[in-house]
């Protein structure tokens, strides 16, 4: 007997399960709704024991994604297709220094093959070194640019003022003139044969401009010492050629040979 309870009892826990079933459809087609599929996420799983009861499935956690934070990448820089020209240096013109001391922005010839005598007005390579003469002593500044102007003829003012009496032709530059010029630059050292250096290329540029044919090479040889004996007779101080101290005062005032 208890074998065939045992096969009733089963047999009424399948036709419990089977009516579940049957039920479950026949709502569905009553209610005219397509059953939604849900996820298991969402939703527990039905499960339908022997018994006949239905009992919920167990929930699946909800995976938890977790994202990295976005970091802003600094781009790297690449390097630029573009040629940047290096600028040519812009050409600049040096101011004009003076060549010699007390010359001003411009270049000095003081040897001259002569020493023309020269009037203000005048334009000539003369007048560059009469300017340059004037700034050697100290008559200037005067711009050195071969025109007797203004300027020019402001520093041969002083120069006249100098003079014991009134200028004979004021502003006119003769031989006189020249030599006084020349002479102011040279030393109180004496002159003589074998004497050499900047004094005596001072000496012989007087000595020519005083009238005299001299080389201006700065060796006092025995040319330099005949035009010195012809200066010294022409002024009347002895004939020796030695440029002692009464021939530079002659010099230094202008003293010509004639």
């Given at each position: 007997m208890a074998g065939v309870r045992n096969s009733h009892d089963r047999r009424g826990g399948i036709a419990s399960a089977a009516a579940v079933v049957v039920l479950g459809l026949t709502l569905t087609a009553c209610s005219g709704t397509t059953p939604q599929t849900t996820s298991a996420v969402e939703s527990p799983t039905v499960t339908a024991t022997a018994t006949g009861t239905v009992q919920p499935g167990p929930t699946e956690p909800i995976p938890t994604v977790t994202a990295d934070p976005l970091t802003p990448t600094k781009p790297t820089p690449r390097p630029?297709?573009?040629?940047?020209?290096?600028?040519?240096?812009t050409p600049t013109t040096p101011a004009p220094t003076p060549t010699d001391p007390g010359s001003v922005a411009g270049a000095c010839e003081r040897t001259l093959p002569a020493y023309p005598v020269l009037e203000p007005g005048a334009k000539a390579t003369?007048?560059?070194?009469?300017?340059?003469?004037?700034?050697?002593?100290?008559y200037g500044p005067v711009a050195v640019d071969g025109v007797y102007?203004?300027?020019?003829?402001a520093a041969v003012t002083k120069v006249e003022s100098t003079f014991e009496g009134p200028a004979p032709k004021p502003g006119r530059i003769d031989a006189g003139m020249w030599v006084l010029l020349i002479s102011r630059a040279l030393g109180d050292g004496t002159l003589k044969v074998g004497s050499k250096g900047p004094d005596v290329v001072t000496l012989q540029r007087a000595l020519r401009a005083a009238g005299g044919t001299i080389t201006v090479d700065g060796d006092f040889g025995s040319e330099t010492k005949k035009v010195v004996k012809r200066f010294q007779q022409a002024n009347r101080i002895g004939d020796d050629g030695v440029v002692g101290d009464e021939t530079l005062f002659l010099l230094r005032m202008g003293a010509t040979i004639g």
């Open positions: 630029s297709a573009t040629l940047s020209a290096t600028p040519a240096p003369a007048v560059r070194s009469l300017q340059c003469f004037l700034n050697d002593a100290d102007g203004a300027q020019t003829r």
